[in-house]
């Protein structure tokens, strides 16, 4: 056996740690919350691993502060660790988690006075009935384009900004996170159709307050 080999296999050089982390790392959401709950601690390290910067991304687009965010990413750990015995298998781990930090973040932000958005810096202009979620462009670094992406983002900055919470969280979780109808009704404890009326009004919101923005 190669030397190389017999290390990375020695539980001296962390080789069985290596191994069980790659088997966590190849097992679904479900089947690490019951290897949690049936006593491996390391599983929940998995759970970090995969929702740590997903989340990050979400509650700084909703609060606009990154080390806010962090602490609030961090708190939504804390809750999970400690209520995870509770939480219905039967569910989908990615919506209970996200559904704690959006309590989270709308806490946050209720807590506010003023609540600035870092959101995105190009738009395109797909909002059909089911249209993906929002992509960037990836224009060539010109002198010209820096410039107009720096204006565009300042602009669309101040436009999220006057969105109302409830718009705003659900714009986020369908424009940038990507959520289903189904899921964000879950997230948010709302009826899809009002999911569905608040996106709606959202949109057009947004459309209103950025159109004279970037005349």
């Known amino acids: 056996m190669a030397a190389n080999t017999k290390k990375e296999l020695d539980p001296r050089f962390g080789g069985e740690a290596l191994e069980h982390r790659k088997q966590l790392g190849e097992i679904t959401d479900s089947e690490v ?50 209520h995870l015995a509770r939480f219905d298998q039967s569910k989908q781990f990615s919506t209970w988690v996200y559904t704690i930090a959006s309590n989270l973040a709308k806490n946050e932000l209720r807590n ?14 797909n909002w059909e009935a089911d249209h993906q979620p929002l992509e960037w462009e990836d224009t060539q670094y ?7 992406k720096r204006h565009l983002k300042e602009k669309v900055e101040e436009a ?6 409830y718009h705003r969280i659900v ?15 879950d997230i948010t404890g709302c009826k899809l159709g009002t999911v569905k009326s608040r996106l ?16």
Do not use: W
Not at 40 to 51: C, I, N, Q, S, T
């Open 142 to 148: 010109k002198p010209d384009d820096l410039f107009r």
């Open 33 to 82: 919350v019951r290897a949690f709950l049936d006593g491996d601690e390391r599983a929940f390290g998995e759970l970090v691993r995969r929702y740590d910067n997903r989340l990050l991304n979400f509650v700084y687009r909703t609060v606009g502060d990154r080390e806010r965010a962090q602490d609030l990413v961090q708190e939504t750990f804390v809750r999970v660790y400690r």
């Open 171 to 185: 714009f986020v979780l369908r424009e940038l996170e990507g959520k289903t109808y189904e899921e964000i009704a």
């Open 200 to 215: 709606n009004r959202a949109r057009n919101n947004f459309a209103q307050i950025i159109a004279p923005l970037v005349d």
């Open 112 to 125: 506010r006075s003023r609540n600035p958005l870092v959101l995105f810096q190009t738009i395109k202009k």
């Open 160 to 165: 999220v900004a006057q969105l109302p919470e």
